[in-house]
């Protein structure tokens, strides 16, 4: 059966908070035109394993079905970074409990979904990855379980864990990996005040031309004057696309490149900046990639703001988690027009109701993300479409390389 699949993936983080892999979900893009069992969905993730892949760039946990298991169908993956993903009970069948020795002994890798209960695991597993589900689990039950994995050589990674409260019980009980939405910064993490002004210097310019007059002196003066903005801009452009003749200051920027094309480069510096205040390179990606789905999708709204303004509405979504603060604690240190006020405060407007869309994607919040995206009148494959390649651009504009699940 052909589904037509939409695709999250959601980062999967060590106890340092760092991203060190993606775990894969998808949803039916319309489930009323055709019913849809989990062995053609999970068929239909195999499908676009090579470009989630390519868009990770780190490993993936990947969900897999008991007969998609022992029909062979992941054989043709032995080349991809990837753990497969398939329900602990599933084990207690034969045949699928053959077929995933059998891949193992070829250097597959599996985790399992759910507490093993009853028969001990096969010596295969012993050391595997067990994921537990937070809102599941007790708070109690959850320390109890994972100090037993732990001490039986299995790794636990706890899954939904969305709010401050769940990531710090789980992290006390020991948990050495879990999965979340987007969290604002941990505690403990020293806030760079330089840079966090920096950030708020080079948004409030951005808004300032988000109606899509051109830049002018002002402009100028900010990029060539503001240290990290000045720094981060120049070593950007002084990478090999720009070649051996690159820039040799801001001034040289803008007079070789203009300032259209300077302030078009200042988004991504602005997410670099974004990721550095919170000490958190996920956030600077998070952010572009905002940015360059707000820019697409933004375009098909009624009247429709500037591309500049959509841009900035995507960076300006994540300011609460790199700086540590609500969003309308925010919006009174800006100077934002009335479109852009409304997505940091009240998302009433279209734009702002196209970011509740893009956090129901990067959650993984299904049917939230498909009633929101008809509300405005997209359908979900479009968001989803444009969200993937959106992840393109934003890896290539920052340069970022690959990493290992470990």
């Known amino acids: 059966m052909n589904v037509d699949l939409l695709i999250s993936l959601a980062p999967l983080r060590d106890r340092r908070e760092r991203v060190v892999g993606y775990a894969v979900s998808g949803f039916p893009d319309d489930m009323r035109r055709q019913p849809v069992g989990p062995d053609d969905e999970a068929r239909a993730i195999l499908e676009q394993l090579p470009q989630l892949s390519r868009l990770a760039a780190r490993s993936l946990i990947v969900p897999v079905t008991p007969q998609v298991v022992r029909d062979g169908a992941i054989t043709r993956f032995a080349s991809l970074d990837a753990v497969w993903l398939i329900a602990t009970d599933a084990l207690e069948d034969v045949a699928t409990r053959r077929a995933v020795d059998r891949l193992i002994g070829t250097g597959f890798n599996f985790a399992l979904l759910g507490f093993p209960e009853g028969e001990p695991l096969p010596p295969s597993l012993t050391e595997s990855t067990i994921v537990l589900d937070a809102a599941r689990t007790p708070p109690a039950l959850l320390e109890a379980r994972v100090r037993l994995l732990a001490e039986g050589g299995l790794r636990p ?46 948004i409030t310019m951005l808004a300032a031309f988000s109606d899509g007059r051109p830049p002018d002196a002002t402009f100028d003066a900010f990029v060539r004057d503001d240290p990290h903005v000045a720094g981060s801009l120049l070593r950007a452009m002084g990478s090999a696309a720009m070649g051996v003749r690159g820039p040799r200051s801001v001034t040289h920027a803008l007079t070789m490149l203009g300032r259209d094309a300077i302030i078009e480069r200042l988004v991504a510096v602005t997410a670099r900046l974004i990721g550095e205040a919170a000490n958190d390179p996920e956030l600077a990606f998070l952010a572009l990639r905002r940015a360059r789905l707000c820019e697409r999708v933004g375009a098909a709204l009624d009247t429709a703001p500037h591309p500049r303004a959509r841009v900035l509405a995507g960076l300006l979504s994540t300011l609460e988690f790199a700086l540590g603060a609500p969003s309308p604690v925010i919006a009174q240190r800006l100077a934002l027009p009335p479109v852009l006020k ?47 390649e959106a992840w393109r651009l934003a890896r290539e504009e920052l340069g970022l390389g690959r990493a290992d699940f470990s």
């Open 157 to 202: 990674l706890v899954r939904g864990v969305d709010d401050r409260v769940t990531r710090q019980r789980v992290l006390a009980a020991g948990v050495p990996l879990y999965a979340g939405r987007q969290l604002t910064r941990g505690a403990g993490v020293a806030p760079d005040r330089t840079t966090e002004d920096s950030i708020i210097r080079a």
């Open 342 to 388: 409304d997505v940091l405060v009240d998302r009433a407007q279209p734009l702002g109701q196209l970011l509740d869309v893009v956090d129901a994607i990067d959650f993984g919040w299904w049917d939230d993300m498909a009633a929101r995206s008809r509300r405005l009148g997209f359908r979900p494959r479009v968001v989803a479409d444009a969200w993937l």
